[in-house]
T-cell receptor
Framework: NAGVTQTPKFQVLKTGQSMTLQCAQD?????MSWYRQDPGMGLRLIHY???????DQGEVPNGYNVSRSTTEDFPLRLLSAAPSQTSVYFC??????????????FGPGTRLTVL | AQKVTQAQTEISVVEKEDVTLDCVYE???????LFWYKQPPSGELVFLIR????DEQNEISGRYSWNFQKSTSSFNFTITASQVVDSAVYFC????????????WGLGTSLAVNP
């Protein structure tokens, strides 16, 4: 199993550009999520999904879109990049066996810089 | 509100010393899970342990041990005989009630183990 994979590892964008961060998992996990990690602010949830066709907002969803057409993939779209979106982005997945305590496994991260 | 506090921002030890990383949490939920993750210099997030609120048994895994005390809302992590490879940022996290399974993260403790 490859686990959770993310592409690209690094990306530089100009303000106003759009792009998609890719996330895939091969563990047949129902739950997937996106976090951003910023110095002094820790990790914050952007969006999450509990299964194909079902997505919902986390605590910092503005400026990002997601979709979940398959169990395996959960791309994160930046519609019009802003410098405030400079961050490290992590995708995670977990099964939905337990009420709320299933372990989330993280991808290697994407370091995004918006100029 | 839920909150995780890791009061130690940075710790520096010499190899073979024991070190304890503190984690204090706040939650009104009666059922919750606590986690520790490791983030080495390479940047990925590595799952270390999960503990549910009904299980206060301490756990040992090799040189790692965890002490969970509900009475003081703490979930501390001890590394025995530290090694240079233990140098990383360690995060404590909490999930509670609610459908989004959001992880509430502490800001992390940066551990430097010097030879």
């Amino acid at each position: 199993n490859a686990g959770v994979t993310q592409t690209p590892k690094f990306q530089v964008l100009k303000t106003g550009q759009s792009m998609t961060l890719q996330c895939a998992q091969d563990m047949n996990h129902e739950y997937m999520s996106w976090y951003r990690q910023d110095p002094g602010m820790g990790l914050r949830l952007i969006h999450y999904s509990v299964g194909a066709g079902i997505t919902d907002q986390g605590e910092v969803p503005n400026g990002y879109n997601v979709s979940r057409s398959t169990t395996e993939d959960f791309p994160l779209r930046l519609l019009s990049a802003a410098p405030s979106q400079t961050s490290v982005y992590f995708c995670a997945s977990s099964p939905l066996r337990d009420t709320l305590g299933d372990t989330q496994y993280f991808g290697p991260g994407t370091r995004l810089t918006v100029l | 509100a839920q909150k995780v506090t890791q009061a130690q921002t940075e710790i520096s030890v010499v190899e073979k010393e024991d070190v304890t990383l503190d984690c204090v949490y706040e939650t009104r939920d009666t059922t919750y899970y606590l986690f520790w993750y490791k983030q080495p210099p390479s940047g990925e997030l590595v799952f270390l342990i999960r503990r549910n609120s009904f299980d206060e048994q301490n756990e040992i895994s090799g040189r790692y041990s965890w002490n969970f005390q509900k009475s003081t809302s703490s979930f501390n992590f001890t590394i025995t005989a530290s090694q240079v490879v233990d140098s990383a940022v360690y995060f404590c996290a909490l999930t509670g009630a609610g459908n989004n399974r959001k992880l509430i993260w502490g800001l992390g403790t940066s551990l430097a183990v010097n030879p």
